[in-house]
């Protein structure tokens, strides 16, 4: 077989469905950089070799793919720009990672030993811990996006869809090129590439690289400085080889650096909860006790940029320890509100945000014989993430009370310097290592039978350190040591960590320290009989082992002692195992009204393991697996001589366990529910006159969860009137019955009539002691609240329906001259960003468009560009992240970016 059956199957479908169209070498074959391909018609993408070509239109499954021209003339350059190209996706960047949504099913559970939904590939290999979508895509043969459970061939763990990212590979011949890009807010931009042949046929190097830098979009106030901005470069080299002509291999190594002051999140959004001015026909004469009585932030809705109310200080537990500190009277936010809008903050503290990440892979393809293939792919990952952030984004308009142990209200905090006001700042560490490994053997028969098998094995190890860090929690570990030093390893005080680093040995901060190890083994494999011509039949299978195993190191905030033992147990272990697969059928009729059709059906069972909760109050110590029985019917379509191809799929899913996590007193846990999605999608492209090119997507989505019930921070009574809630020492919350809390704020405030009582009369600091059970003959017995009925809710990020619409129109100004007009509209529907379905919750539905003009020298190969990215300036709210109640419950957006306009320059060699 000659060395070119490397380009059989190539197509900008993903390696998955290349392999159900054309069985024989279709893994492989789905990431080599020798396939010629091209686009004819009206968007059909068309794979040459030596024996047979294979078509998008011609692979059973619903996907989307993108080409290099796409991506570029589509403006696809991040992870944030996908979804305005794939019908029912949605795509937010939160702080411990992006949550890619497919068809209503996403990664709502944020735990260190929880897995994403969607699989983001690297060339076919997993990345567990991506930066890949934080660089820009370049350099790219293809981006591939399959929607609905894989892994009978592809993808581990992914119940929602797989993104796979194919970097070009080396060529046979030499070609290079640059391009510069210079945008508004400084960007500048720049992208090279050359592919240089050492041995003709036998060994050709890649390099290529990108660079990025520009300006923040955020404007602080306090010092006129802009942040948010961009500083990293990625750099990819690829060695291809081709040592005999049935044995060839690549190694690619790429690096991504990035150095900044990027925001993780935008500020903290919040309609404020001012406390009940009465209860239960108590008035609440008292700001220190209605503080106690205010759960921070209202169940209302966030309207983007304008809501710029402050939670009551008392009601977060950096605000509340500057009062129990003598720092604070009281609310230090009271009568003031945020700057407006998102770009505009006040903070004393520039953010810094470092992230990393190389990735040295491999793969070997050896023919052992005219029809058998067999295929190696291994890659080494490490990567780290490193970020520190003022939370609040705000600077308080009241300074701290001058006290003895600090005079003028200047607490100089070891970690963070010295302040005379609130502050709180955040800090997550993201360490990571992985190895992976995938054999598989493919066949190419020429009778009706063929299969692919494999196996792979993943050992991945993440330690993930997030700290929550005040100076009104050192100034109150210093008034609880009555200002005395504190050693270490000594138990009888909080021990003050005099050390500026952020992760150390003190008490005087919060830390969540989560060392986590996972061991993946597979099996998998796919049998395909031509029961016809016409008609092929698909089954296949896949068996999954995963065990995980998270150190259980408790939190230590302003207890006394020093450091981080582990507790009891030392380590929390689980092992998830699971059989899935699928089976289905497609038929090509020949049909007179269409130039080619095709129709399948597919049965498919998706798994996502199960994970660990750490050791947590009326939390379960794991959380389940997920599964999903999904259907999906489809047909692809070439019609008018290829100038249209039309696409339609539909599906129902029959969820079990969708897992979601949430903070509780800082720390997240994760909990399960089951749900059914449906939809409908369409794709097409068409070319109605020459130079003219229309591309469209639509989807429409019906989620709804069938059952479960969860604590909803926002909403812990449930709307019962006989429930109040109240704040604990650590600014924590409990449930109690309302009357019983109104007898004891009238013996708190003296109230007429009210008793009085040694202890609790005239001091609103006994209310630190309702939630841990001291006053429960009093008829105040806590509970954490009423859980919400989350039946008929729908899963949060899944719009009911999202569209877009792409027009671009070529003409020739010369012989040699021509230009290119192109314009992209996106939209989606509302959604919801919790379970809940809260006001709280609601993420209002938003558009993006974008217009550009480019200008082609053919002979030169030159192209001049102007484009703009988001004309409308939409900074849409795409999702957030809640924190829990010792913060406020204050929600913290994450954003668009707003108008981009640019010039960019491309020449090739």
Known sequence: MNISIRKICLSSASAATIMVACPAFGYQAAEDANASAETVGAGDIVVTAQRREESLQNVP????AFGTETLKAQKIEGGLDIQTGVPNMTFAQGQRGDNVTIRGIGTKAFSGSSDSATGVHFAGAPVTDNRLFQMDLYDVQRLEVLRGPQGTLYGRNATGGVINVIPARPTDDF?????????????????????????????????ATSMFDRNGYVRNLMNGDTIDGRSMYSFRATLGFTPTERLSGYFTWQRFREDDDRLTTGKGVCAADPGPASLGGVDITNPIVRGLLSQGCAN??????????LPNSLATFFGLAAYRAGLASGDVFVGQTQIPGFDQVATPVTPAYVAQQDIYQGGLTWDATDSIRVEYLGSYQTGRTA???????????????????YPGGIVNDPQLGAYDRLMYLNSNDRTSKQHFHELRVASSFSGPFNFSIGGNYLDYRLVQAAGNYSHTLTA???????????????NSCIYIDPDSSLMGQGHNYFLSYQPYRLHSYAGFGELYFELSDTVKLTAGARYTKDDKRLDNIPARLLTPGSGYPAGVPAALKASFEAFTGRIGIDWKPELSWTDSTLVYAFASRGYKGGGLNPVTPDVGATFAPEYVNALEIGTKNTLLNGALSLNASAFYYDYKDYQISKFVNRVNVTENVDARVMGLELEAVARPLDGLRLNFTGGLLDSKIKNGTSLDL???????ADLAIVKNGSASVCVVPKAALADFVAIVQRSNGAPEVAGISGNPNSMFNICGGTYASMGLVPTQGAPANLAGNKLPNAPDWTVSFGAEYRWNLSDSWSTTLRGDYYRQGSSFARPYNAAVDYLPAWENLNLSLKFTQEEMMLDVEFYVKNVTNNRATTDYLYNDDSIGLTARAFLREPRIYAISISKAF
């Not at 209302?300 to 109310?309: I, N, R, S, W």
């Not at 970020?387 to 142990?405: C, G, K, M, W």
């Not at 109150?476 to 000594?490: D, P, R």
């Not at 926002?714 to 019962?720: M, V």
């Open 61 to 64: 499954i619903a996907v989307s």
């Open 714 to 720: 926002f909403d812990r009574t449930q709307g019962d």
């Open 387 to 405: 970020s520190r952030q003022d939370a609040l984004l705000v600077y308080p308009e009241i300074a701290f009370n001058s006290t003895a142990l």
């Open 175 to 207: 070609e290079a090129s640059l391009n510069a890009e210079f945008t508004n807010h400084g960007g500048r931009k720049f992208r090279g590439m050359v592919n240089i042949p050492l041995a003709r046929d036998v060994l050709s190097l890649r390099l």
């Open 300 to 309: 209302e809705v966030l309207t983007p940029g304008k809501a710029t109310a």
């Open 476 to 490: 109150f570990a210093n008034v609880a040591n009555g200002g005395a030093s504190c050693a270490i390893g000594n």
